[in-house]
C-alpha cells in the first residue's frame, strides 16, 4: 500500500485519503495556508497572496454580509479553504479538469477539519451558499488588485461586486509568517465566541 499520510509541524500524522480529525491542529493549517499562494502565484507585490490572507478576507466579507449569522458560520468562513493547507490551490479550471476525485478529497478533509474544531461535518446549504458568495467577492477583489484582471473581466468571471465593499476592501499583502500570526489569531477570537 502507498503512503497517503503527511508528517505536519506539530508531529501529527494525516492520512490524506482517511482524514481523522484527531490529527488536525490549527497552527497547521494556518502554517500551511500562509505558505499556499493563490492564483499559483500570478500577482502583484514582494509577497505571495496566500490562502490565508484569502481565507481572512472571506471571512470578514461573510460577516460584512451577513451580520447576524452565527459565530460558528464565521469560523465555517475561515476554514472553508482548510484542505488547501495539504492538497494545495489549484485554480478552478484546473480542479474541472481533474475531476471528481479532488471533490471527494477536499470534503473528506473538510469534514475532519469541521468536526476537529466543533462545525457539523456538513454546514447547511443556504450557509455553504453565502460563504461562496462571499469567496466571490473575494476573488473579484483579488482579481482586480493584485491579478491584472479587468473590471469587465472580473464581473464577467466572478460576478459584480458591491460598489461599497469593492471600495473599501484594499488588499494588502503581508509575509507568511504574518499572515500565519493573523490567522491564528482570528481563529483562537472566533472559537472563543462560540456558545
Not at 477583489?141 to 472580473?154: D, K, R, S, Y
Request: no cysteine; proline share 7%; net charge neutral.
Amino acid at each position: 500500500m502507498k503512503r497517503a499520510w503527511q508528517r505536519m509541524l506539530s508531529g501529527r500524522r494525516l492520512d490524506l485519503l482517511d482524514p481523522t480529525p484527531v490529527d488536525i491542529e490549527i497552527e497547521d493549517i494556518a502554517h500551511g495556508l500562509a505558505f499556499v499562494a493563490r492564483w499559483n502565484g500570478q500577482t502583484k507585490g514582494d509577497w505571495p497572496y496566500s490562502v490565508a490572507e484569502h481565507s481572512l478576507l472571506v471571512e470578514e466579507i461573510f460577516a460584512l454580509q451577513n451580520p447576524k449569522e452565527p459565530v460558528r458560520w464565521r469560523l465555517a468562513a475561515l476554514l472553508h479553504d482548510g484542505p488547501e493547507y495539504v492538497i494545495g490551490d489549484m485554480i478552478s479550471p484546473v480542479k474541472a479538469a481533474v475531476g471528481p476525485g479532488y471533490g471527494a478529497l477536499d470534503d473528506r478533509l473538510t469534514a475532519a477539519i469541521h468536526i476537529r474544531f466543533g462545525l457539523p461535518s456538513q454546514i447547511p446549504a443556504a450557509t455553504k451558499k453565502k460563504i461562496k458568495d462571499a469567496d466571490k467577492v473575494s476573488a473579484w477583489l483579488e482579481a482586480t488588485q493584485i491579478a491584472g484582471f479587468t473590471v469587465a473581466e472580473a464581473n464577467k468571471l466572478f460576478g459584480k461586486a458591491d460598489p461599497q465593499l469593492a471600495e473599501h476592501l484594499k488588499i494588502h499583502l503581508r509575509p507568511p509568517v504574518d499572515v500565519r500570526a493573523a490567522f491564528t489569531e482570528r481563529f483562537h477570537a472566533l472559537s472563543k465566541m462560540l456558545p
